[in-house]
């Protein structure tokens, strides 16, 4: 890849995986390119997406419409803390929906929205893969189970003052 | 010498694990204790994390719900002074927890979670593993290993239930240059772990089926496709594949023959089409995971054009075990069709949620009652939600049913890939439906115009009935677009989205109607057809509730009982979470 040329910028692009990458191979890479570069950056920016298509030859328009097809993959950042929210099955029979509403009380956004203080993302997941403590969320990597909506307000509040 | 082990699954690791490994690991490092202190994955008993072994002379003692205090009194009274700790053991108690919930279980696929160090190929090695493989490479010829897998009768585990002998003939007759080995691990229903649970307890056994395939196949490459929500089965993949290189398991010239054989893992990025397998390896290829039409399959036209063969984790988990005890011994269990065992991931409203491996053959009731514990909180046993978004609801009067992948698909849900869902009264059918087709309707890639729009149109109606604004003819038309979108779809999302819908119609038909003519949810559950009310009995009068409502529709003076305005009412059940008596009551 290096014989490519990159005439924009260059110098302000943090190094995701992208050079391990040859046009050989580029198609098949694009996910992981994908996700090595939301991993950097917390998200992909729209100029990464043009530089990646300028690396791998696939046109902007199809990768973007890679992105979209992914729900892993965001066109913006996020908040310090995301809450991941279960709507897997079990946790929707064990009222996963009250905890959802409790969530959205407190921080006063819906899924898929990020606090005006960049502090908390709202995402919702299919299954967190911990269905016997259902209903669950997780706040990055902890994960809080057994939950009931009286239990939220504290959640949040350690976080807060983190 | 004692041996501690801590079940790191993830189950484990959200109830906490880590802070107690971590704590047992400090407690023996201060106090210079000669015990091996070791990781395992999931045992199964998710509903007893976090679940900590101490096994001494093959005698285990096993404690539940540990926590990092508790730990620190195990190493004192149990470790130190080896007095075990009666009242947490499990399978110490009166009823006997881990026997009961053992007893009728039979392990092949789980054979080796939590029981060994899943990071440790040596201990999978003393568990006769990777012995598979090479009696495959010295003794046995690609076709003798077809012959055993499909005398086995072992049919695909993640939802279809091909056989996978037939599978794996069409894969080596079909002419290519090259040829792969696919293992799906996407796992997309919501509410299903038992593909996440064995590779992260014991990912060796997968990699060796995916070996032994690719002999009989005769691939010498292969793909784990996995989803990335599951980080820690992918470390585990990671670390397996990379101390199999090192031995010369994979790599050229594998276990010192000729064959050579390399896995790649491949991270999926959220779309539950991307289980189907076309679309799978449309995602392998970089694009966007759209299914295609089969025929061409994957066996003749698969990963860039060549012939591939795909299964499921717990397919391939079950080949070396068949290599090793033959094809009887597999196909000696079971019913006529279906052999072998079946895992389920048992959740929902089941006293032991968590995960059980059972022999083909045996009944819903056993499995629910019998190794689940039956309902939680003494309820009523409703239903089985089966196959997750692509299944369907199995009533309790049909408990005595045979866990059997025809008898199943007789009732119009489906095995699935082992999400198995315990239902009670508590439990709304309606707005279960409701919740499953939201599900498909959003993971449609919309390709067909049924999948797209039909299921969004079903989706409408299902939400007016919840509201209390079904009509009659609702219920024929949505059978009728059920209907139509199983026949015009082209991929299996499509084809069974509506099985949700179709089930609960067929079971619980009278509970659509009470949502359309009476106005009323039986279980109490969607909001708008909840009437809430205040017991004049159980009133204290503490103005709580009044204090929480949005819209003051509650009145009353301290102390004395209150009443809520219903023309006022927003049903928004604020007041029924805070009640501290129980006064607030849903009609
Ligand atoms: C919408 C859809 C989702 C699927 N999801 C999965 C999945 O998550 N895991 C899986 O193993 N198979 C899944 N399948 C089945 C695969 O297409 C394929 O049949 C299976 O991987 C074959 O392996 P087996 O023969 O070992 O079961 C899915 C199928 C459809 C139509
Ligand atoms: S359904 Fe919520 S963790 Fe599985």
Known sequence: MNEVNLPFFQKEIKKFKIDLVTQKDSHGSLIYL???????????????????????????????????????????PLGKYVIKICEGTACHVNSGKNILKALQNELGISVGETTNDGLFSLQSVACLGCCSLAPVIMVNEETYGSLIPKKIKGIIKKYREL | MKEIRVGLGTCGVSAGGIQVFNTLKSEIDAKKLKVVLKETGCMGMCYEEVLVEVVENGTSFLYAKINPEKAKKIIDQHIIDDRPIEEWIVNNR??????EFFKKQKRIVLRNCGVIDPGSIDEYITRDGYKAIQKVLKELSPEEIIDIIYQSG??????????????????????????????????????????????????????????????????????????????????????????????????????????????????????????????????????????????????????????TNINNVETYANIPWIILNGAESFSSMGTEQSKG??????????????????????????????????????????????????????????????????????????????????????????????????????????????????????????????????????????????????????????????????????????????????????????????????????????????????????????????????????????????????AVEKI
């Open chain 1, 34 to 76: 994908l996700q090595s570069a939301q991993d950097s950056y917390g998200y992909i920016p729209e100029k990464v997406i043009h530089y990646i298509s300028e690396v791998v030859g696939i046109p902007a328009a199809d990768i973007y419409g890679v992105i979209t097809f992914y729900s892993q993959f965001r066109l913006r």
């Open chain 2, 94 to 99: 009166a009823c006997s927890e881990k026997e």
């Open chain 2, 154 to 307: 072992l049919r695909g585990r993640g939802g279809g239930g091909f056989l996978t002998g037939l599978k794996w003939r069409f894969a080596r007759n079909a002419k290519g240059e090259k040829k792969y080995i696919i293992c799906n691990a996407d796992e997309g229903d919501p509410g299903a772990f038992m593909d996440r649970s064995v590779l992260e307890g014991d990912p060796h056994s997968v990699l060796e089926g995916m070996m032994i395939a690719g002999r009989a196949i005769g691939a010498d490459e292969a793909y784990i496709y996995i989803r990335a929500e599951y980080p820690k089965a992918i470390l585990r993949l990671e670390n397996a594949i990379k101390q199999c290189a090192e031995r010369g398991y994979l790599g050229t010239g594998i276990f010192g023959s000729d064959a050579n054989f390399k896995i790649k893992i491949k991270e999926g990025a959220g779309a539950f089409v991307c289980g189907e397998e076309t679309a799978l390896i449309a995602s392998i290829e970089g694009k966007r995971g759209i299914p295609r039409i089969r025929p061409p399959f994957p066996a003749q036209k698969g990963l860039w054009g060549m012939p």
């Open chain 2, 341 to 582: 065992t079946k895992v389920f991931a048992l959740a929902g409203k089941i006293v032991r949620s968590g995960l059980a491996e059972v022999p083909m053959g045996m009944t819903i009731n056993e499995v629910v009652f019998d190794v689940g514990g039956g309902i939680k909180d003494d309820r009523k046993f409703k239903a089985v939600q089966m196959g997750g978004p692509s299944g369907g609801c199995i009533p309790a009067s049909m408990g005595d049913l045979k866990i059997d992948y025809d008898e199943i698909t007789q009732t119009g849900a489906i095995m699935g890939s082992g999400g198995l869902i315990v239902l009670d009264e508590t439990t709304c059918m309606v707005d279960l439906a409701k919740f499953f087709l939201n599900f498909t309707q959003n993971e449609s890639c919309g390709k067909c115009t049924f999948c797209r729009i039909g299921t969004k149109r079903m989706l409408e109606i299902l939400d007016r009935i919840t509201m209390g604004e079904g009509k009659e003819e609702d219920l024929d038309l949505l059978e009728s677009l059920a209907y139509k979108i199983k026949d015009s779809s082209l991929c299996g999302l499509g084809q069974t989205a509506p099985n949700p819908v179709l089930t609960t119609l067929k079971y619980f038909r009278e509970e659509y109607e009470a949502h359309i003519r009476d106005k009323k949810c039986p279980a109490h559950i969607c909001p708008a057809l909840i009437t809430y009310k205040i017991s004049a009995e159980k009133c204290t009068g503490c103005t709580l509730c009044a204090k929480k409502c949005p819209v003051q529709a509650i009145s009353g003076e301290v102390k004395k009982p209150h009443l809520i305005n219903q023309n006022e009412c927003i049903k928004c059940g604020l007041c029924y979470d805070a009640c501290s008596f129980g």
